[in-house]
T-cell receptor, first 112, second 112 residues
Framework: SQLAEENSWALSVHEGESVTVNCSYKTSITALQWYRQKSGKGPAQLILIRSNEREKRNGRLRATLDTSSQSSSLSITATRCEDTAVYFCATVASSGSWQLIFGSGTQLTVMP | EAAVTQSPRSKVAVTGGKVTLSCHQTNNHDYMYWYRQDTGHGLRLIHYSYVADSTEKGDIPDGYKASRPSQENFSLILELASLSQTAVYFC???????????FGHGTKLSVL
């Protein structure tokens, strides 16, 4: 069963613009992670935000977590071509299986 | 930067044959994982391990075995490869369960 899911299959922006990727999940969680996967590479963690946190930043990246609506967003400012990748959210349920469950990802394309 | 190395990078196998995918980490991490990624989908957990000589089943273990002979090495074994096991396989390691996962570059397996 899919615990977490990004809300868009694909997004495209021009370099320098800002973009937001959204994620919704279905059950109570301990934390939510955002990963980025560039073509031909393995995923790399961008941000881990715990259930008692509302916002986390990492350079040009900002993640938010709203446990009441069971949703998260990842915003990227001043996008660059090298931000082109698939972005995944991943969650761990607070009860039951402790597995890290990945969504199916959002393909972000940053155009020159 | 933590390092996870997978071998081979790609493999073509015949239906019914035995396939072994290898993973080596130099991070001194206790946790290691094998994930499967199908085109256009997120990652699904096959097996994981938190200590040498012990493995645990993940979400989709059927048709796969795992072996953790040492802290550094974690193998995924397909005793009787099937067409449905064509996918990209990722190994990952982490210091704590489901915290920051460090992924290898993946092994593209094609079963013909």
């Amino acid at each position: 069963s899919q615990l977490a899911e990004e809300n868009s299959w694909a997004l495209s922006v021009h370099e320098g613009e800002s973009v937001t990727v959204n994620c919704s999940y279905k059950t109570s969680i301990t934390a939510l992670q955002w990963y980025r996967q560039k073509s031909g590479k393995g995923p790399a963690q961008l941000i881990l935000i715990r259930s008692n946190e509302r916002e986390k930043r990492n350079g040009r990246l900002r993640a938010t977590l709203d446990t009441s609506s069971q949703s998260s967003s990842l915003s990227i400012t001043a996008t660059r071509c090298e931000d082109t990748a698939v972005y995944f959210c991943a969650t761990v349920a607070s009860s039951g299986s402790w597995q890290l469950i990945f969504g199916s990802g959002t393909q972000l394309t940053v155009m020159p | 930067e933590a390092a996870v190395t997978q071998s081979p990078r790609s493999k073509v196998a015949v239906t019914g044959g035995k396939v072994t995918l290898s993973c080596h980490q130099t991070n001194n991490h206790d946790y290691m994982y094998w994930y499967r990624q199908d085109t256009g989908h997120g990652l699904r957990l096959i097996h994981y391990s938190y200590v040498a000589d012990s493995t645990e089943k993940g979400d989709i273990p059927d048709g796969y075995k795992a072996s953790r002979p040492s802290q550094e090495n974690f193998s995924l074994i397909l005793e009787l490869a099937s067409l449905s096991q064509t996918a990209v396989y990722f190994c990952a390691s982490s210091d704590a369960a489901n915290e920051r996962l460090f992924f290898g570059h993946g092994t593209k397996l094609s079963v013909l």
